[in-house]
C-alpha cells in the first residue's frame, strides 16, 4: 500500500474499479449461476447441471489453497461490474411481482443503513455505546437471496455477524436498535447485545458468539421438522473461518446421511479475523470440501442477489420435497474490520488502513456493492421505477431514524435482573453479596 | 526515574513471550501452536520477539492457524505425548473445544501406560473478563475449576507480568500438563518488573500479598485486581487484612493458605468464576479441614452467564465495594 494511493481520492479510486478499470486491473471474475461463461471447477465433474436443476457454476481459480496470499488479493476474486441481465437466475428474479423485487431492495438497504447508523454512533460517542459490533456490511445479497427464499416459518441459524439475517427475516429495527443500546425494550432485554440479538418468534434460532454454531442448530431444527412432518427448512449461516470447524463436516454429513432438510450457506468474505481464507483452506473454495458427499453444491457471486436466490430457491425446492441439503457458497467481502470500527468514519463507506489488507482491495469490493448492482439490474431492465426506489430509501431511512429514538428513549435494564432468565422459573442467588440480599447499610 | 523507565520497559506479553522464545531457543523440539493471537512483541527500544518468524511453520502457527481449536490442541497433545515440549494457545470462549482432548488424553496418558508417557504440555487460554457488552459466551472467568477437577492437570492463575513470566517458565519445563490461565483485566496497571533472565516460580506456593491480622482473604487473577482496590478502604474501617494470591491453583499452597487463618481466624474467599463449584470452594474447604472453628465466606459471581448491559454486569461481578462491605460483616459477624 503506497502512501500515493491513500492520499488518492476515494472517488477517483473507486471510478478506476468501475467500469473503465475493472477489467483491467482485476485479474479474474467470480461469475454467477446464470452467467455461462464460468469454467466448472468442481472436484467431482456430474455433480452440476441437470442431476440438480441447478448449475454449479465458477469462473475463478478460488480464493483457497494459496499460503501466499497478500493483502490485496482479494482484487482478484471481484466479481463483474454488473448483475447478468439475462439467464436462469436473472429470469428467476425478474418473474416475481414488482412489490417483492422491491422487498428484496429494502431488505438489504434496511439492513445497510441500520448498520451504518449503528457504526456512526460508535464512531460519535454520544451515546456511550459499548460492546462488539460486527458489521455484516457488504454481504446483504446473501442474506437478502437467501431469506427471499424461505417462508416465515423456516428457521435459520445466524452467526455473530448476523444482523442483516435478522432484518432479512423481519426483525424489528426498534427493538434491534434498543437491544444495541442494552435497554430493556431491545431484543433480548440488554442480556444479549449486538453478537446475540434474536427473535425466536420468526424461526432466528439466534445469533451466535461462537464461530461455527449454526450447524448443529440448523440440523436439529430440520430434524425437528422431519419429526413433525412438516416440509420447513432450516438454514446454517456461516463464514469461511467457520468452515474450519470440525462441526462443519460433521453436520453436512449427517445432514447427508439423515436426509435433513437444512440448508448450508457459507459467507466466504476471503477473511477471518485477519487472516485470509486462501491461508487457512487448502481447497479452491470451501464448498470443495463436501463434495464427496454428494450433494449440490453452488458456488455464487455472494454480491448478486440474483445469483443468491436463484441458488437459494433450488436448495429450499429441493430440501422441501424431502431430497435433503444443499451447500451454497457466496463470495463476498467485508467492509469493515473483523469487529468494531477501527479505520472507519461517520459518514463514509469501509475501513480504511487496516493492516491485514489493502485500501485498494476494499474500495474494490465497494465498487461492487450488491446494492448498487442490484439497483442498477432493476433499473436496466425496467422492472422498477427510481422513484419506486427513492420511496423505499426514504422510508427505510425513517425507519432506522425511529429506531435510533426508541433506543434512546428506552430505560436501562434492572441491575437485579442480572439473576433472572438463567432458568426458566427460579432466579439464581445473589452470591456476589456477603449477606445474598445486597450490601448491608 | 531509573526505575520508572525499567517498569514501564516490557509489557505483560513481552514477558511472556520472553519466556516461550527462551524454552524454544534451547529447546529445538518444542513446539507452540495457536489460532489467531499471532506471537509477536516489541520492546519501546524497537527489539522484536517474532516467534512465528524465528522458528518457522511446523513450530509455530505462522500467521494464525483456522479456527480449530480441536487441531491446535490435538496437535499439541500429540507433539507432546511423542516427546516434544508443547504449547497450545485458545481464545477464552473456545476453550472447551478443547477439554474432550486434555480430558481423556493429556491429563491421563502417564497414569494409563503405567508411567511409561510423559506429556509436557501447556494449554495457555488467554482468558475472558467480566466486562460489559460481550454477553454470555465470551463473558466466562472460573473455568481453572473445571480443569483443576480433572486428573492428571495442574493449574496457574498469574496475577501479574512477574509470575506470568516464571509461571510460564515453570510451566513449559513441567513434565506434566499445566492449564494456564491468561486474565485479560490483570495485565493493565502497574507491573512489577520483569528480569530478561529465565527464571521459575514453583508450583505450589502462594505469594502474601499483604499481611495483616484480623481477616484473610484469597483471590487470585482476575479477582486480585478487585481485592487490591478494595484494600484501602477495608483498612480505613480498622480491619487488618491479610491478602494471599495462591497463583497456583493445583497443585494448592494449602500450608500458607491455613497458616494465615490460624493467626486471623477468618477466610473471605473472592471467586470471579461461577459460585456453584467454584474454585474458591474448595479453597474453603481444604483450609476449613485444616483450621477448624475458623469462619468462613465466599463471594463469587451467582451461577448466571454474564449479560451484555454494563448495568446488570456491575452489580454482578464481586467488586470492590462488595468485598469491603463483606470483609466488614465477616468480621462484625464473628467479633458480634
Keep these: 500500500m503506497s502512501e500515493e494511493t491513500t492520499m488518492m481520492d476515494r472517488r477517483t479510486l473507486l471510478k ?90 429494502r431488505t438489504m438497504q434496511a439492513s445497510r443503513v441500520w448498520e451504518s447508523t449503528m457504526k456512526d454512533l460508535f464512531l460519535a460517542g454520544d451515546d456511550g455505546l459499548y460492546g462488539a459490533f460486527h458489521a455484516y456490511i457488504g454481504e446483504e445479497a446473501i442474506a437478502a437471496g437467501v431469506m427471499g427464499a424461505l417462508r416465515d416459518d423456516d428457521y435459520i441459524a445466524s452467526t455473530h455477524r448476523g444482523h442483516g439475517h435478522l432484518i ?38 439466534g445469533m451466535n458468539g461462537i464461530v461455527g454454531a449454526s450447524y448443529y442448530m440448523a440440523a436439529g431444527a430440520g430434524l425437528r421438522a422431519k419429526v413433525r412432518g412438516t416440509d420447513q427448512v432450516a438454514v446454517a449461516f456461516f463464514g469461511d473461518g467457520a468452515s474450519a470447524s470440525p462441526y462443519y463436516f460433521s453436520a453436512v454429513r449427517s445432514a447427508v446421511n439423515e436426509n435433513i432438510p437444512v440448508i448450508f450457506v457459507l459467507e466466504n468474505n476471503l477473511q477471518y479475523m485477519g487472516v485470509p481464507v486462501a491461508r487457512h483452506s487448502p481447497t479452491k473454495f470451501v464448498a470443495d470440501y463436501t463434495k464427496g458427499l454428494q450433494i449440490p453444491h453452488h458456488i455464487v457471486d455472494g454480491n448478486d442477489v440474483t445469483a443468491v436466490f436463484d441458488a437459494a430457491s433450488a436448495a429450499v425446492d429441493r430440501a422441501r420435497a424431502g431430497q ?28 480504511m488502513r487496516i493492516p491485514y489488507r489493502t485500501d485498494e482491495e476494499v474500495l474494490g469490493w465497494i465498487s461492487r456493492d450488491p446494492i448498487t448492482r442490484y439497483r442498477t439490474w432493476l433499473l436496466d431492465k425496467g422492472l422498477v421505477t427510481e422513484a419506486d426506489i427513492d420511496a423505499v430509501v426514504a422510508r427505510v431511512r425513517d425507519e432506522v431514524d425511529a429506531s435510533v429514538e426508541f433506543a434512546r428513549n428506552g430505560s436501562e435494564p434492572d441491575a437485579e435482573a442480572g439473576v433472572s432468565h438463567t432458568f426458566a422459573e427460579s432466579d439464581a442467588v445473589r452470591t456476589q453479596f456477603y449477606n445474598r440480599k445486597g450490601i448491608a447499610t | 526515574m531509573a526505575e ?22 534451547n529447546d529445538p523440539d518444542m513446539v507452540y501452536y495457536y489460532e489467531y493471537q499471532v506471537p509477536i512483541s516489541a520492546l519501546p527500544t524497537g527489539e522484536i520477539l517474532d516467534l512465528a518468524n524465528e522458528f518457522g511453520p511446523d513450530r509455530t502457527s505462522g500467521s494464525g492457524w483456522p479456527i480449530d481449536e480441536q487441531w491446535i490442541v490435538g496437535a499439541a497433545i500429540g507433539a507432546a505425548t ?72 495442574k493449574v496457574v492463575c498469574p496475577s501479574n507480568s512477574y509470575d506470568a513470566k516464571g509461571l510460564l517458565h515453570t510451566a513449559i519445563r513441567d513434565p506434566d500438563p499445566v492449564v494456564y490461565m491468561d486474565y485479560p483485566e490483570v495485565r493493565s496497571g502497574q507491573q512489577p518488573d520483569v528480569p530478561d533472565d529465565p527464571y521459575e516460580i514453583t508450583l505450589g506456593q502462594a505469594a502474601i500479598r499483604q499481611e495483616g491480622t484480623d481477616l484473610t482473604i484469597v483471590a487470585w487473577a482476575p479477582a486480585t485486581v478487585d481485592v487490591r482496590r478494595a484494600l484501602p478502604e477495608i483498612a480505613n474501617a480498622g480491619i487488618s487484612a491479610e491478602f494471599i494470591d495462591p497463583r497456583s491453583l493445583k497443585p494448592l499452597d494449602v500450608e500458607t493458605l491455613a ?78
Excluded at chain 2, 461481578?317 to 458480634?336: E, F, G, T
Design chain 1, 16 to 105: 478506476m474499479m468501475g467500469a473503465a478499470g475493472a477489467s483491467a486491473t482485476v485479474l479474474s471474475a467470480c461469475g454467477s449461476p446464470s452467467s455461462g461463461t464460468g469454467q466448472q471447477l468442481s472436484s467431482t465433474t456430474g455433480l452440476t447441471g441437470a442431476e440438480f436443476g441447478q448449475s454449479v457454476d465458477l469462473a475463478t481459480s478460488g480464493p483457497g489453497g494459496n499460503k501466499n496470499w497478500q493483502p490485496g488479493d482479494a482484487l482478484k476474486f471481484l466479481p463483474a461490474e454488473r448483475i447478468p441481465t439475462s439467464g436462469p437466475a436473472a429470469d428467476r428474479l425478474a418473474s416475481l411481482p414488482g412489490e417483492r423485487l422491491l422487498g428484496f431492495y
Design chain 2, 82 to 153: 511423542a516427546g516434544s515440549k508443547a504449547i497450545a494457545r485458545l481464545p477464552s470462549m473456545a476453550q472447551i473445544y478443547a477439554v474432550e482432548y486434555v480430558f481423556n488424553q493429556a491429563g491421563k496418558i502417564r497414569a494409563m501406560t503405567g508411567g511409561q508417557a510423559n506429556m509436557p504440555f501447556v494449554l495457555w487460554i488467554d482468558g475472558s473478563s467480566r466486562g460489559r457488552g460481550s454477553a454470555g459466551q465470551h463473558t466466562d472467568v472460573g473455568a481453572e475449576a473445571i480443569y483443576a477437577n480433572l486428573p492428571g492437570l
Design chain 1, 168 to 205: 432479512a427475516k423481519g426483525g424489528d429495527l426498534n427493538r434491534m436498535s434498543a437491544e444495541i443500546f442494552f435497554k430493556a425494550n431491545g431484543y433480548n432485554k440488554g442480556y444479549g447485545g449486538s453478537m446475540h440479538i434474536t427473535d425466536m418468534s420468526k424461526g432466528i434460532l
Design chain 1, 324 to 351: 435433503g441439503p444443499t451447500v451454497i457458497e457466496g463470495i463476498t467481502y467485508r467492509w469493515y474490520d473483523h469487529a468494531g470500527f477501527s479505520g472507519a468514519r461517520i459518514g463514509e463507506d469501509g475501513a
Design chain 2, 259 to 336: 497458616r494465615s487463618v490460624e493467626k486471623t481466624g477468618r477466610l473471605l474467599v473472592v471467586d470471579h468464576g461461577h459460585y456453584t463449584n467454584g474454585f474458591g470452594s474448595h479453597v474453603i474447604a481444604e483450609v476449613a479441614q485444616a483450621v477448624p472453628g475458623a469462619r468462613y465466606a465466599k463471594i463469587a459471581f451467582p451461577d448466571v452467564p454474564g449479560p451484555g448491559s454494563g448495568t446488570m454486569m456491575e452489580w454482578l461481578r464481586p467488586d470492590a465495594p462488595k468485598i469491603v462491605d463483606a470483609a466488614k460483616q465477616l468480621v462484625r459477624a464473628q467479633s458480634a
Design chain 2, 4 to 25: 520508572q523507565a525499567l517498569r514501564i520497559r516490557k509489557s505483560y506479553g513481552y514477558a511472556q513471550l520472553e519466556a516461550v522464545a527462551w524454552e524454544m531457543r
